[in-house]
């Protein structure tokens, strides 16, 4: 069964603070996308960052970035200069593919880690 | 704007009724998909769809129906067979079944 873990529920750190968001998974595929989906208190989903497999560069988005460790299936998001906006849970998602369905892909979430950015 | 809209925001169902859950997007995706959140849960499937008038099951389709007769539309029915309906409804659609998914505001479904 393919797994994402999010070791850490809950989370806070001081304003303009880096903190680093932790996400392992399981997977037999070689070829596969990470993501990292923020729902901030307005419960809209937000996509943050994704990451392709068979790309060594981690990717960046601002002050958001990742680090996309493959043989360990590991891929944290670190977020920089934090502010009170980030506060927000945080999701990691793998893309799975299902072979019983023809080509088809599917989300599969960790439970989240809640950050709270404090003043 | 384009955009995923959800409605209602807040759903309330009596036991034994069915009830219809509204999504509606207009940035012309291809693919969409229906999950529920629960609390300290990550999101679980429930249908997705690739293309118009058809959809399969995800992995917690049990009490749930769909349909998807128009691109822009993918409506879920909570039937009356889901004995635990409570919990948070997201609809999401993408520009192709591969394609980074766009989430709605979300429905809050309670019974009362």
């Known amino acids: 069964a393919q797994t994402v873990t999010q070791s850490q529920p809950e989370m806070s750190v001081q304003e303009a603070e880096t903190v680093t968001l932790s996400c392992t998974y399981d997977?037999?595929?070689?070829?596969?996308?990470l993501f990292w989906y923020k729902q901030p208190p307005s419960r809209q989903m937000i996509l943050v960052i994704r990451?392709?497999?068979?790309k060594q560069q981690n990717a960046t988005e601002n002050r958001f970035s990742v680090n996309f460790q493959k043989a360990a299936k590991s891929f944290s998001l670190k977020i920089s200069d934090s502010q009170l906006g980030d506060t927000a849970m945080y999701f990691c998602?793998?893309?799975?593919?299902?072979?019983?369905?023809?080509?088809?892909?599917?989300?599969?979430w960790g439970a989240g880690t809640k950050l709270i950015i404090k003043p | 704007d384009g955009g995923i809209t959800q409605s209602p925001k807040y759903l309330f169902r009596k036991e034994g009724q069915n009830v219809t859950l509204s999504c509606e997007q207009n940035?012309?995706?291809?693919?969409m998909y229906w999950y529920r959140q629960d609390p300290g849960q990550g999101l679980r499937l429930i249908y997705y769809?690739?293309?118009?008038?058809?959809?399969q099951k995800g992995d917690i389709a049990e009490g749930y129906s769909v349909s998807r007769e128009k691109k822009e539309s993918f409506p879920l029915t909570v039937t009356s067979a889901q004995k635990n309906p409570t919990a948070f409804y997201l609809c999401?659609?993408?520009?192709?079944?591969?394609?980074?998914?766009?989430f709605g505001a979300g429905t809050r479904l309670s019974v009362l």
């Open positions: 999401a659609s993408s520009i192709t079944w591969r394609g980074i998914q766009y």
């Open positions: 940035l012309n995706h291809d693919a």
């Open positions: 769809s690739q293309i118009v008038n058809d959809f």
């Open positions: 997977t037999s595929e070689n070829n596969y996308y």
């Open positions: 990451q392709e497999a068979y």
């Open positions: 998602a793998f893309m799975k593919h299902v072979p019983a369905e023809g080509s088809n892909y599917q989300l599969i």
